[in-house]
C-alpha cells in the first residue's frame, strides 16, 4: 500500500469519478450520498460507508447473502477488505453462478481461499487491514491484479442501504473504532468429507482453466460481469444463470461503450495499453437462451450412486429446507434401535428425576436460607472492605502530604543557604571595591530580609555613584563635544568619553592651532616680509621656539581678532571660546 498507517481522512473525490459512477447506473437518486468536508466518515440514516473503487469492482447494496456471510464469519467491515479482495468474491460469485451453475457456498470457498492481515506484523491497518488470498496449493484463474490501488483509501462515499426486511441483506453497521482481530476462520479448511463432495466442481474448474482453445481465465470473468451490466456482489431477484439480456431486472444500466468497458477493465486490473481485452468469453456462461444441464437419472446406473450425486447436487446448491432435511437425515438413519432403548433408559431417568426433586424441594428452604446469609455476609464484607480502603485511602494522603512538607521544607532551607552564601560573597566584592564594610545583621532569624537591607544598600551606593558620574560628565561634555547635543542617557554619555583617541590630547591640539593660527594672522597683518617656508619647516624649528611663540600669542588672541574685526561669540564660562 501506498502509506504505513492507513488512516481516515477527508474524501477526495474527483470529478472523473463521479461520472464513471453515472455511466455505471449507480448515481441514481438517493443512491449515492457525497461526503463534504468531514475528516470521518459519519453516514446519514440508512446510507453505509463505501469507497468507488469497491463500487466499480461491483460492490451495491443490499449486498449478496455470500458477502454478508464471509463478512460475519470473518469478524469484518466493508473497510476492511481491499479492492482487490472485492474483486475476487466478484469473480467468485459469477464463476459459481455463471459457469458452475450452482450458488456459491462456504465449502468451495474454503477449498480456494484464506485470509491474512495486510502489512507488516507491528502496522495494524484499519482501512484496507485484510487481504483475501488464493492458497498456495490451489490452481485458480489469474485474475492479474494490480500490484497496489493508489489512493483508493481517499475516495469513500456513503451508499444507500435498501433496507427488505432481511437483517441479512444489510451491510453491518460502521464502525471506524473497531480494531482487525485474526480469527480461526481465515485460515479454515475443508474437511476430507467437504473436499469430496466439492470434487466435482474443483475438477469442473480446472476443465475450464486448461482445456486448449476454451481456457477461461479471470480477465474474461471480470469483463463479462462489467459487460452485462449485472453486480455480483448485489443481492439479486435472479442469480446469473438466469441472466436474460437486456431486459434483465437486476441491470443498472445500459451496455457501456467498448472503450469506456475496455478503459474499466484496464483500471482495475493489471492490463496495459497494449493487451487485448477479451470481447466475450471463450466457454459460454450459463443464461436464460443457456440454461443448466438438468440432472437425470440413468437406467444403468445403481440406485446408491444416484442417492450419492443428488446428495452432491445439493451439497453444493442447498436450500434452506433441503438442507435441515439432509442434516437431520444424515444424523439419525440407522439409529432406531438406540432410539427404542433410550426411551427404557428415559423412562428410568424420569423417575430419578421424580426422587430428585423431591429432594430438590426440601432443601430449597435451607437453600434460600443460606443465601440470604451468605448475602449478609457479602454485603459486610463489602462494607469492611470499602472501610479499608478508605483508612488506607486516608493514611497514603497523610503519607504523601508529610512527604511533600518535608521536600518543601528542605528545598526552603535549601534556598535560603544558597543565597547567604551569594550574600557574603557579594559583600567580599563590594568591600573590596569600595573599601566598605557590610555584614548581614541577622542572616539566622529572617536572611531573606537581611538581604532585601543589602541590595538596597549597595542599590543606593550605585545611585549616589551614577549622579556623581552623571553630574561630572555633563560638565565636561561641552569642553570635548562642542556644538552637539548631550545624549539623554548615562550609558550613551559615558560611552563618548571612551574613544579610542585622547581627549585630553585633542583638546590641547585644538587650543594650539587656535593660538598659532591667530599668531600667523598677527604677522601677516603687520606686513613684514616673512619666509614662510622656513616657518613651515617644523622639523628644522625647535619645540621651545614654537611654545615661546604661543605663549606669546594666546594673551592676545581676542585683540588680534578684534584688529583683524573677527567679534567672538559670547559664551559661558563652561564652554571653550569659538574662533
Known amino acids: 500500500m501506498a502509506s504505513a498507517d492507513l488512516e481516515w481522512e477527508r474524501s477526495k473525490i474527483s470529478a472523473q469519478d463521479i461520472n464513471l459512477l453515472k455511466k455505471l447506473g449507480m448515481q441514481k437518486p438517493k443512491a449515492l450520498c457525497f461526503p463534504s468536508e468531514e475528516s470521518y466518515p459519519t453516514p446519514p440514516m440508512e446510507y453505509r460507508v463505501s469507497f468507488v473503487d469497491h463500487l466499480i469492482r461491483s460492490l451495491s447494496a443490499p449486498i449478496h447473502p455470500f458477502l454478508w456471510g464471509l463478512l460475519f464469519v470473518y469478524g469484518l467491515q466493508l473497510h476492511h477488505l481491499t479492492p482487490n479482495s472485492i474483486l475476487h468474491i466478484s469473480i467468485f460469485i459469477t464463476l459459481c453462478e455463471s459457469f458452475?451453475?450452482?450458488?456459491?457456498?462456504?465449502?468451495?470457498?474454503?477449498?480456494?481461499?484464506?485470509?491474512?492481515?495486510?502489512?507488516?506484523?507491528?502496522?495494524?491497518?484499519?482501512?484496507?487491514?485484510?487481504?483475501?488470498?488464493?492458497?498456495?496449493?490451489?490452481?485458480?484463474?489469474?485474475?492479474?491484479?494490480?500490484?497496489?490501488?493508489?489512493?483508493?483509501?481517499?475516495?469513500?462515499?456513503?451508499?444507500?442501504?435498501?433496507?427488505?426486511?432481511?437483517?441479512?441483506?444489510?451491510?453491518?453497521?460502521?464502525?471506524?473504532?473497531?480494531?482487525?482481530?485474526?480469527?480461526?476462520?481465515?485460515?479454515?479448511?475443508?474437511?476430507?468429507?467437504?473436499?469430496?463432495?466439492?470434487?466435482?466442481?474443483?475438477?469442473?474448474?480446472?476443465?475450464?482453466?486448461?482445456?486448449?482453445?476454451?481456457?477461461?481465465?479471470?480477465?474474461?470473468?471480470?469483463?463479462?460481469?462489467?459487460?452485462?451490466?449485472?453486480?455480483?456482489?448485489?443481492?439479486?431477484?435472479?442469480?446469473?444463470?438466469?441472466?436474460?439480456?437486456?431486459?434483465?431486472?437486476?441491470?443498472?444500466?445500459?451496455?457501456?461503450?467498448?472503450?469506456?468497458?475496455?478503459?474499466?477493465?484496464?483500471?482495475?486490473?493489471?492490463?496495459?495499453?497494449?493487451?487485448?481485452?477479451?470481447?466475450?468469453?471463450?466457454?459460454?456462461?450459463?443464461?436464460?437462451?443457456?440454461?443448466?444441464?438438468?440432472?437425470?437419472?440413468?437406467?444403468?446406473?445403481?440406485?446408491?450412486?444416484?442417492?450419492?450425486?443428488?446428495?452432491?447436487?445439493?451439497?453444493?446448491?442447498?436450500?434452506?429446507?433441503?438442507?435441515?432435511?439432509?442434516?437431520?437425515?444424515?444424523?439419525?438413519?440407522?439409529?432406531?434401535?438406540?432410539?427404542?432403548?433410550?426411551?427404557?433408559?428415559?423412562?428410568?431417568?424420569?423417575?430419578?428425576?421424580?426422587?430428585?426433586?423431591?429432594?430438590?424441594?426440601?432443601?430449597?428452604?435451607?437453600?434460600?436460607?443460606?443465601?440470604?446469609?451468605?448475602?449478609?455476609?457479602?454485603?459486610?464484607?463489602?462494607?469492611?472492605?470499602?472501610?479499608?480502603?478508605?483508612?488506607?485511602?486516608?493514611?497514603?494522603?497523610?503519607?504523601?502530604?508529610?512527604?511533600?512538607?518535608?521536600?518543601?521544607?528542605?528545598?526552603?532551607?535549601?534556598?535560603?543557604?544558597?543565597?547567604?552564601?551569594?550574600?557574603?560573597?557579594?559583600s567580599r566584592r563590594f568591600v573590596s571595591k569600595t573599601s566598605q564594610e557590610y555584614e548581614l545583621e541577622d542572616p539566622d532569624n529572617d536572611p531573606l530580609l537581611d538581604a532585601l537591607a543589602f541590595l538596597e544598600f549597595h542599590g543606593d551606593e550605585a545611585r549616589e555613584g551614577l549622579t556623581a558620574a552623571r553630574e561630572g560628565l555633563s560638565r565636561l561634555y561641552p569642553y570635548f563635544f562642542p556644538k552637539k547635543k548631550e545624549p539623554a542617557t548615562f550609558l550613551a554619555l559615558s560611552k563618548c568619553f571612551n574613544p579610542p583617541e585622547d581627549l585630553g590630547l585633542k583638546l590641547r591640539q585644538e587650543n594650539m592651532k587656535v593660538a598659532v593660527e591667530s599668531t600667523v594672522a598677527l604677522v601677516a597683518d603687520s606686513q613684514q616680509n616673512i619666509d614662510w617656508t622656513k616657518v613651515g619647516d617644523t622639523q628644522e624649528m625647535e619645540t621651545t621656539k614654537w611654545q615661546s611663540l604661543i605663549r606669546a600669542a594666546k594673551p592676545n588672541t581676542k585683540k588680534i581678532l578684534a584688529y583683524l574685526g573677527f567679534r567672538p561669540t559670547p559664551a559661558p564660562s563652561s564652554s571653550k571660546p569659538e574662533v
Not at 458452475?100 to 507491528?122: A, D, E, H, T, Y
Not at 437406467?299 to 435441515?324: F, H, R
Not at 448475602?375 to 472501610?387: F, M, N, P, V
Not at 497523610?398 to 521544607?409: F, G, K, N
Open 100 to 426: 458452475l451453475g450452482v450458488q456459491p457456498n462456504w465449502v468451495l470457498w474454503k477449498c480456494i481461499f484464506f485470509c491474512r492481515c495486510n502489512g507488516s506484523p507491528n502496522v495494524a491497518y484499519n482501512i484496507g487491514g485484510v487481504v483475501i488470498c488464493v492458497r498456495p496449493d490451489v490452481e485458480y484463474f489469474d485474475v492479474k491484479f494490480p500490484d497496489s490501488v493508489q489512493g483508493w483509501l481517499k475516495k469513500w462515499l456513503y451508499i444507500h442501504e435498501e433496507n427488505h426486511g432481511c437483517a441479512e441483506d444489510n451491510i453491518p453497521p460502521f464502525d471506524g473504532t473497531e480494531k482487525i482481530y485474526r480469527r480461526r476462520s481465515w485460515d479454515a479448511e475443508a474437511t476430507d468429507e467437504e473436499k469430496t463432495a466439492t470434487e466435482a466442481l474443483m475438477a469442473r474448474i480446472h476443465e475450464l482453466q486448461s482445456t486448449r482453445g476454451k481456457e477461461l481465465s479471470g480477465i474474461q470473468i471480470t469483463t463479462y460481469f462489467l459487460r452485462i451490466r449485472v453486480q455480483p456482489l448485489q443481492a439479486r431477484k435472479n442469480p446469473l444463470w438466469k441472466y436474460a439480456g437486456d431486459n434483465d431486472v437486476d441491470r443498472l444500466s445500459v451496455d457501456l461503450p467498448v472503450k469506456d468497458l475496455e478503459k474499466l477493465v484496464r483500471k482495475i486490473s493489471s492490463l496495459s495499453k497494449k493487451d487485448a481485452v477479451p470481447s466475450s468469453c471463450r466457454v459460454k456462461p450459463y443464461s436464460a437462451t443457456n440454461a443448466l444441464p438438468k440432472v437425470e437419472k440413468s437406467k444403468n446406473e445403481p440406485l446408491s450412486l444416484m442417492t450419492t450425486k443428488m446428495l452432491l447436487a445439493l451439497i453444493v446448491n442447498p436450500q434452506p429446507l433441503i438442507k435441515e432435511f439432509i442434516r437431520f437425515g444424515a444424523q439419525f438413519v440407522g439409529y432406531r434401535e438406540y432410539a427404542s432403548k433410550a426411551e427404557e433408559k428415559l423412562a428410568e431417568a424420569n423417575k430419578r428425576a421424580d426422587t430428585l426433586a423431591q429432594k430438590l424441594e426440601q432443601s430449597e428452604e435451607a437453600r434460600k436460607k443460606a443465601e440470604s446469609d451468605a448475602s449478609k455476609a457479602r454485603a459486610e464484607a463489602d462494607k469492611a472492605k470499602t472501610d479499608a480502603a478508605g483508612v488506607e485511602e486516608l493514611q497514603k494522603r497523610l503519607h504523601d502530604a508529610e512527604t511533600s512538607l518535608s521536600e518543601h521544607i528542605a528545598a526552603q532551607s535549601a534556598r535560603e543557604d544558597a543565597i547567604t552564601k551569594r550574600l557574603k560573597s557579594q
